[in-house]
Structure formats: structure tokens, C-alpha cells
């Protein structure tokens, strides 16, 4: 099964400071894509960075990049510079293929608090 | 550019009575679309997808349904409703072909309560 683990329920940063938010990953695949999405209080889902599993360089996207380690299965989300409007949940997110196509299986979710 | 709505954005409905939720997206032809619904506290679930007029796929076995009568039309509906259902329900969607990345865009999303 490809399960996708965010093993930090609620995370608190202050403003201005760095945080790096964890996602483990379970696949048999070689070749997919993970994504990370932010919900903000207003719930729109907002793609914040992707990475192609045969890309060995990781994505970044202004202050929020990626460490992507394939061997451990491994797709952290950090983000520097930390503002006030980062607050949010963040999901973890694994492109896995369905009957006819395609589909995303989401983690639980992290709770992003950042403090003035 | 391309847009996904969703309406209603807020519902509440009885148990046992009916359920229509509607997406549709601008701006593209022939999407994959998807609905996924959102429980307190936890992550989205997928419940539907669709790669075209017509075709639907169920990921979930409940007592809700999908169809897509048109192409950018998406919908989800339900003959009677459980209290099961109440959650924050979304619609997505993807580009289909070579070039596509898999990433998908979301509406703003139903919240149904059923009570």
C-alpha cells in the first residue's frame, strides 16, 4: 500500500525563523511525484511545491524548499523566513496511480502556527 | 487562466434527504476531476474520479454518487444522507497528457453538515 506519514500532528514557529515539516512515504514505484499543499483558515488547497522522484535536485519555490530523500523515502517541507500568513495546515501528498489514471493520497496533515 | 467553482459553499441538510454538490472548471478541456471530502481534523479522502463524460471511478464504498455530464462538469450526489457524510467536501482537477506533472488544483470547497 502507498501510505504517506506526517508524524508531526502541530508544529509552532516565530516569525521570521525557519521550520522544516516531516513526510515519510511508502512505494513500490520508481518514478512518481510527491507534493506538498497548504490549507489555510479559508480551506483552499494551495499547491506550495512539488518534486519529480527522478530529479535528484530539490525543488524550491522562493522560502519554501524541499529535502527529498528517495533512499529513505523521505520529503520534507522547509520553510524559511517564516511570515505570518504561512500559518496553515500543510499535507504531504503522493502521487499514486488508480484504475484508469491517477490520484493524490494526502498525509494526515501538519498544524503550522507561526507567532509574532 | 483556469478556475474550479464549487457551490454551495455551505450546506446543511437533514439525514435522509438528498444531496447535490457541483464543480465545474474553466479554462480547460478535458480534465481529470476528482472529489475528495475532508473530515475534522484529518486529511482528504478520495471518493471520486473521472477521466471523462461519463466515467466514473469510486475509490470509497458509501452511499454517495458521482457523475459527470459534461466535460467540466462535475457532480456528487447523495438519494438520502447520513450522518456519516458531514464534512468539508472538494472538488480538484489535473491536466491529462504527456506534459502533465499530476498536481492537482482545488475548488473552495462544500462544508455539509447533516444533521
Known amino acids: 500500500a502507498q501510505t504517506v506519514t506526517q508524524s508531526q500532528p502541530e508544529m509552532s514557529v516565530q516569525e521570521a525563523e525557519t521550520v522544516t515539516l516531516s513526510c515519510t512515504y511508502d512505494t513500490s514505484e520508481s518514478n512518481y511525484y510527491l507534493f506538498w499543499y497548504k490549507q489555510p483558515p479559508s480551506r483552499q488547497m494551495i499547491l506550495v511545491i512539488r518534486?519529480?522522484?527522478?530529479?535528484?535536485q530539490n525543488a524550491t519555490e522562493n522560502r519554501f524548499s524541499v529535502n527529498f530523500q528517495k533512499a529513505a523515502k523521505s520529503f520534507s517541507l522547509k520553510i524559511s523566513d517564516s511570515q505570518l500568513g504561512d500559518t496553515a495546515m500543510y499535507f504531504c501528498?503522493?502521487?499514486?496511480?488508480?484504475?484508469?489514471?491517477?490520484?493524490?493520497?494526502f498525509g494526515k496533515g501538519t498544524s503550522l502556527l507561526v507567532t509574532p | 487562466s483556469q478556475t474550479i467553482h464549487q457551490w454551495p459553499a455551505t450546506l446543511v441538510q437533514p439525514v435522509g434527504s438528498p444531496l447535490s454538490l457541483e464543480c465545474t472548471v474553466e479554462g480547460t478541456s478535458n480534465p481529470n476531476l476528482y472529489w475528495y471530502r475532508q473530515a475534522a481534523g484529518r486529511g482528504l479522502q478520495l471518493l471520486f474520479y473521472s477521466v471523462g463524460i461519463g466515467q466514473i471511478s469510486s475509490e470509497v464504498p458509501q452511499n454517495l454518487s458521482a457523475s459527470r455530464p459534461q466535460d467540466r462538469q462535475f457532480i456528487l450526489s447523495s438519494k438520502k444522507l447520513l450522518l456519516s457524510d458531514s464534512g468539508f467536501y472538494l472538488c480538484?482537477?489535473?491536466?491529462?497528457?504527456?506534459?502533465?506533472?499530476?498536481?492537482?488544483?482545488f475548488g473552495p470547497g462544500t462544508r455539509l453538515t447533516v444533521t
Open positions: 480538484a482537477w489535473s491536466v491529462v497528457g504527456q506534459r502533465t506533472s499530476y498536481e492537482q488544483y
Open positions: 518534486q519529480e522522484a527522478y530529479k535528484q
Open positions: 501528498a503522493f502521487m499514486k496511480h488508480v484504475q484508469s489514471g491517477y490520484a493524490l493520497n
